[in-house]
């Protein structure tokens, strides 16, 4: 999350744009609620903690002078506010028996983004740390997936890089102890399981040294039968965790909390949001609250309040055209409205009509068909240049008029099974799929030495299972929006990810024309007709489902 995007949103907010107020909140709410939340494991005082780093950081947003460092700004706000509550625990012990009643932080990460394997493990060992570990933890993690730079870190927990390095390694030490006690105890030995008749179930520092003592001397805990992926690579593949249904953030109610919002925002008249991090349409308004479906969360707000811009890109100018040709739900050609007698009749609307079906791979040596010119004013994208999904819920948004690059990227390697497709849903105009490249196909052999290796995996590891009837993908799918779509990933069963780069028609065809005498398997395939018969995703919607995961194979937009 790159706080110079925001500059403009964080000046209106200190000059007294309630509406800007509200979306920098809103965009940054996750952030603090991940990074408290990893903190605390969950604790029932995390709602407590995650309100009060808000409320100060409302409070006190005038005297922020560099809107470029608002990041760092905030995020030591959050610490500062994490300390302050464990030393108010140290000097009055909390009832953990609230703590208890609410789940743990991993445990949400783990229901919430669907992990599954070493990236569970790794997020389950986080139990087994001390504070001040989990602490430092909740910054590096977000270090580690790009939203914290090292200085940040530094700067919230007051050392120097250098000292920040030291902690981080230690910490990593710790973590990877901590894997190895999560890894054994899900295939106890007998000595482990007597060992641990006596134990509550509640990790702790002292169990944590029993442990691994057990496991440093035991031939059965202490074989690792997998390779162990460093927490780096496994980190960065895992996504803020979404704010749990039912989360309320109130920054407005009460007279204390009304004076703090206002207290150096000019004329900021601020009334108490509940934002959330799960985009879910308002469907009610009143002078009391908004409701958003599913109870996601509850927004008080007077009738008056404008609504809010479009949450995750508020320095994005959107360049979508309404498409000249309207669309038909229908599922085959329709034609258009009878025209005046003045008129001349239009064109049978074939847009949507056409759906991407399985094919076969074309012959490795056969030149691409030509690419048509379809006009192009850029693509502007929510995840930035190039955008990384990797976990189901993961989703980029792309508004405009030109070519997008959809690369996959499967590892068989550590999750085999059924492919769950991404979606395209909330589709605003048109989206067509141009082109195929990237010079292979994913179920091309991959090794000269496997013959039974390709994209999808091979007959060691297993592999990666597309839907009946789902088209094969290439390394490089290649896209035209025009308009405004949201790309979300459904990963579930097997592993994969998906790198989104906004590109042009130029960079199309300089990949798909690369052919195999340059080292590649195949040429590219061309599947753009340049008229609305060419094929669009079989996975994409016009509505907004709640789980995208539910679209619909056979697509009609």
Known sequence: MDTRQWRDTIAAAQDGDRRALDELVEGWLPLVYNIVGRALNGHADVDDVVQETMLRAVGNLGSLRDPDSFRSWLVAIAM??????????????????????????????????????????????????????????????????????????????????????????????????????????????????????????????????????????????????????????????????????????????????????????????????????????????????????????????????????????????????????????????????????????????????????????PNPDTPPAALPHRPETGITSTGGAHAVLNHRGDGVQLTGRGYVLVRWQISPQYRAGGLVMPAWTGLKGELFHVASGGGRRMDDRVSATDPTATGMGNATVGYAVLPAGTQQMWQNEYFYVDGSVNLTVNERGADYGLSVFPSSRDAVEKDITTGPDQGVTRYGLVRDTGRDDAPVPQYVTRSTPVDAATVVQRSRV
């Open 80 to 361: 500062r506010q994490i300390r302050d509550r464990a030393r108010r625990r140290t000097a009055a012990p909390l009832d953990e028996s609230a703590a208890r009643g609410a789940a743990d932080f991993a445990e949400l990460a783990v229901l919430r983004l669907q992990l599954e394997g070493q990236r569970r493990e790794v997020t389950e060992a986080v139990r087994w740390l001390d504070d001040e570990d989990r602490q430092l933890l909740s910054l590096w993690w977000l270090e580690v997936a790009g939203e914290l730079t090292r200085r940040e870190l530094a700067a919230a927990v007051g050392i120097s890089r250098q000292h920040a390095a030291v902690r981080v390694q230690r910490m990593k030490e710790r973590l990877d102890t901590s894997r190895g006690i999560v890894r054994a105890l899900d295939g106890a030995c007998p000595d482990l399981r007597e060992l641990t008749a006596r134990w509550n179930g509640r990790p702790d520092s002292v169990w944590r040294k029993r442990l691994a003592r057990h496991i440093r001397g035991c031939g059965y805990c202490g074989d690792t039968r997998e390779s162990v992926v460093p927490p780096e690579r496994l980190l960065v593949g895992i996504a803020l965790v979404p704010l749990p249904v039912g989360f309320t953030l109130s920054l407005a109610l009460g007279g204390k909390t009304a004076a703090a919002a206002t207290a150096t925002v000019a004329s900021v008249s601020w009334s108490a949001k509940v934002l959330s991090a799960l985009t879910q349409p308002v469907v009610a308004a009143t002078a009391g609250a908004t409701i958003v479906a599913g109870g996601a969360y509850v927004v008080t707000q007077t009738p008056q309040a404008p609504a809010p811009r479009v949450a995750g890109s508020p320095t994005a100018a959107s360049t979508y055209r309404p498409p000249s040709v309207p669309a038909t739900p229908s599922s085959s050609p329709s034609p258009s409205p009878s025209p005046s007698p003045s008129e001349t009749p239009t064109k049978t609307v074939l847009y949507g009509s056409v759906v991407d079906a399985a094919d076969r791979a």
